[in-house]
């Protein structure tokens, strides 16, 4: 495509985009299509010949948007945010077009530096200690599995790196089942087995019983296993648990456990000062990660990972061939991750922090949580539902009296009607349904209009 083309559809495609951003409410929250209806309408082959960009984007607005799921809609409801405005898009446009790869310092200075500095204001937010490391990764799974390598590495001396473990002694990971899933996919993509990992069992508000977490790490012990890692959450994704931290912070110490904490939602409520306490004990951990792009409003995906001793994840992850050999002294993020292609994902932090400013971000988490406690009255002073968990900042829990059926039954009427998206948990066996409150453009009417769907189709 010639510039003068490109300038004349890149201006297209942002009008469109304003506009999509302006009536985003008129489409329906969940794709109403069936499977296979989109790639029924795709070509089986790649063209040989060129086709016109007209042709091009009239064939997106047919064939992709009809099967595309409004995750910036202002009453989506379901899973956890994935935020977007203008001012990370307006980024996402200049990371595109300059086309970074920050693997070194010497690929693109700016993407490393400006990277170091974005995670220092974000540590700063959230009350990351001073000393501690930062990060951008693509996600928290990525980030969990990192942890998971670090763990194995202190357990073993760093034997198994080189070595693998096929000499060592099982190694043994504690979390509880309210854990987000990626942490068992971890564990068989690092080779430790999901039958190593130890679910703790939990209090009656699903937050892991550091007791149990103790007696558990004593008869692996016992047994000749060696207790490797600990996985503590802030925000858990089945009901928003967050377990004691400062508690389990003491037992890793004591036993000298790698402890990792993962706050992938609900870690950005942490820039208002008020939640600070959720953090008391960080510096008993050794890292800790959370996703602005779930609630922050930069544009997925951009992970913040944070390391008590950054040496120790160089240590695990880095390979040094002579191709990649640099300047010292200087941050090579390469070695900070399993990705050594990086994308520039600091500048939408930058841009987003200085277009909107923290006082702004701060009342729409906090107006987040203030509407999740009004919606949970009105729905524990309806006769026909009950709440099961009580609002986690901007996530609760409720279901149908009727029992299960009943709530399953409701929740699938309401995403099949399009016009809000909630998504269903298990709890003590029994099915409920989710709220979670974090969409950007989301207004308090949004809430009560889609409440008032949800009754109607009851």
């Known amino acids: 495509m010639k510039t003068n083309n490109f300038r004349k559809h890149a201006h297209e495609l942002v009008d469109w985009v304003a506009d999509y951003m302006e009536n985003v409410r008129d489409y329906p929250v969940r794709s109403q299509c069936e499977p296979g209806d989109i790639a029924a309408q795709i070509e089986d082959e790649a063209p040989q010949q060129a086709e016109n960009f007209e042709t091009i984007f009239e064939d997106f607005k047919s064939i992709i948007m009809p099967g595309i799921t409004h995750w910036q809609h202002p009453r989506f409801f379901a899973y956890f945010p994935s935020n977007s405005t203008p001012e990370s898009q307006l980024a996402e446009m200049l990371i595109s077009a300059v086309g970074v790869n920050g693997m070194l310092w010497e690929t693109s200075p700016a993407a490393t530096e400006l990277e170091e500095k974005m995670m220092q204001w974000l540590g700063q937010l959230i009350a990351i200690p001073k000393d501690w490391s930062g990060v951008i990764q693509d996600t928290a799974s990525s980030a969990t599995f990192c942890a998971l390598l670090c763990a194995r590495e202190k357990a073993t001396d760093d034997r198994s790196n080189t070595q693998g473990l096929y000499s060592e002694k099982k190694l043994k990971y504690y979390v509880t089942h309210e854990a987000h899933s990626s942490i068992e996919k971890a564990m068989k993509m690092a080779g430790l087995g999901s039958s190593n990992i130890h679910f703790v069992a939990t209090r009656r508000d699903h937050s892991m019983d550091h007791i149990a977490l103790e007696t558990a790490i004593e008869r692996d012990l016992a047994a000749g296993h060696i207790p490797a890692g600990i996985i503590a959450c802030i ?31 609900a870690g950005s409520a942490m820039v208002c000062p008020e939640f600070h306490a ?50 010292e002294g200087v941050t090579d993020y390469r070695d900070w991750g399993i990705q050594l292609g990086r994308r520039m994902r600091a500048l939408k932090v930058w841009f987003v922090l200085r277009g909107q400013g923290v006082d702004a971000i701060q009342e729409r988490i906090r107006n987040h949580i203030l509407w999740t406690e009004k919606l949970a009255a009105l729905v524990s002073d309806h006769p026909d539902f009950e709440i099961v968990t009580e609002p986690r900042f901007s996530l609760f829990t409720f279901k149908h009296k009727d029992g299960c059926e009943k709530t399953d039954a409701l929740l699938q009427a309401v995403n099949d009607a399009g016009y809000t998206y909630l998504t269903r948990s298990v709890i003590n066996k029994k099915s409920v349904i989710r709220w979670s409150i974090g969409q950007t453009d989301c207004q308090w009417q949004d809430v009560a209009d889609s409440w008032s769907h949800l009754l109607d189709l009851r």
């Open 278 to 327: 959720f953090m008391d004990g960080i510096d008993l951990a050794d890292s800790y990660v959370f996703n602005p792009h779930k609630w922050m409003g930069i544009q997925f995906d951009c992970s913040a990972h944070f390391v008590k001793d950054k040496d120790r994840l160089i240590q695990t992850l880095t390979i040094l061939p002579e191709y990649l050999k640099s300047n």
């Open 235 to 265: 925000g858990a994704t089945g009901m928003g648990a967050i377990d004691p931290l400062r508690r389990i912070g003491e037992i890793a110490k004591a036993h000298d456990i790698y402890l990792h904490v993962d706050a992938a939602w």
